[in-house]
């Protein structure tokens, strides 16, 4: 397997006892150390060479703030929830896998016997485990790891390892979409356009939403949501519920909150149409937002959580292979000894960054 993620033979099997894997050892503190590798254990297991990490808003959470709510990092931690792999070895039961195989990871390990999993909700498995949280298994930066097969989907060939990444965002993106339930929305505002919100956008473009205004404080960011189809992309720092107003009258049907700010969470109210659905997909670094009720009481808003994402990665792969196949968000890549390097300038907002990746061989 090669830098850029193309197929290759199968891999011999690794011998050596240890792997180098990214830790988390403080706040605004990451080190390449060396770790245990992992071996299959049970059955229905694979055994993976990861090739891409990518940096997302909850690893930066953990790096930043050392902690999600009531979600606490114990230091050392192995990061990351983002990946993509080669397989190196099946245990029995395996039946859809084979060495050689591209695979993106899904990070949430669920029950399946549960109430929310029999109900089709394994997002909020009563038993979830989650790559690379507190509490969870060790995340994905590392040159080794084992999931069950169920966690693993087949990259298709037009889908490299590098792109692969962008899977899971992506489905979180449709997730999204699915929850508002019937047909798109015609209107809809993005507040924030990270990764997640510029995969949004990329989603609802491809799905019909016909109007689309963008925020975000970095210009390279609404440069690229003007790229992806945007009909107006702004500041928040300027007044842009008046400006959004002027280009849909009337208020939009979707605010989409994809940075986790206060303030973004009190314009979004202010652009909404009477009726219309507020959906919180950021992740505040505070435990508490506030709303202001008058609004949402007078004008019948709805809001809805978005809790990761829900058995879309099949369609989110689908999209990377064919209508999205050119979606150019990963901006930035470092190979695995300069992690922390790569986590300092996502954190700091260095420009150009949009999503960065780690190469972990």
Known sequence: MNARGKSSSPLPLPDAPHMHAVLLTGQRTVEVGSVPRPWLREPGQVLLRMAYGG?????????????????KVHFPMIVGREGTAEVVEVSDGVRRL???????????????????????????CRALRFLGSPGGPPGCMAEYLVMP????????????????????????????????????????AILGAGAIGLCLLAVASVKGVRSICVTDPLQWRCEAAMRLGAEWTGSPATDVVREIL?????????AAECCGEQAALDQALRLLAPG???????????????????????????????????????????????????????????????????FAAAAAYEPGIIKSVIYLQ
């Open 246 to 254: 002027g280009a849909v009258p009337g208020g939009v049907e979707v």
């Open 149 to 188: 097969e169920s966690c693993c989907y087949p990259l298709p060939p037009q889908v490299n390892l590098r792109q692969g990444v962008l899977a899971e965002p992506l489905a979180i993106a449709l997730h999204t979409l699915r929850l508002l339930g019937g047909n798109p929305p015609h209107t809809m």
């Open 276 to 342: 219309g659905k507020l959906a919180i997909v950021g992740i505040p670094r505070t435990n508490k937002v506030s709303f202001d009720i008058n609004l949402l009481r007078r004008k019948d808003f709805s809001i809805m959580n978005v809790r990761r994402q829900n058995a879309c990665l099949p369609e989110a792969i689908a999209l990377l292979a064919g209508q999205l196949h050119d979606l150019a968000l990963v901006t930035h890549e470092y190979p695995l000894g300069e992690a922390a390097g790569a």
């Open 98 to 124: 084979r060495p050689g195989q591209n695979v993106v990871l899904d990070p949430a390990l669920v029950c399946g016997s549960c109430d929310q999993c029999r109900a089709g909700r394994a997002n909020t």
């Open 55 to 71: 940096i997302c808003g909850s690893d930066l959470h953990y790096y930043r703030d050392g902690r999600i709510g009531d979600q």
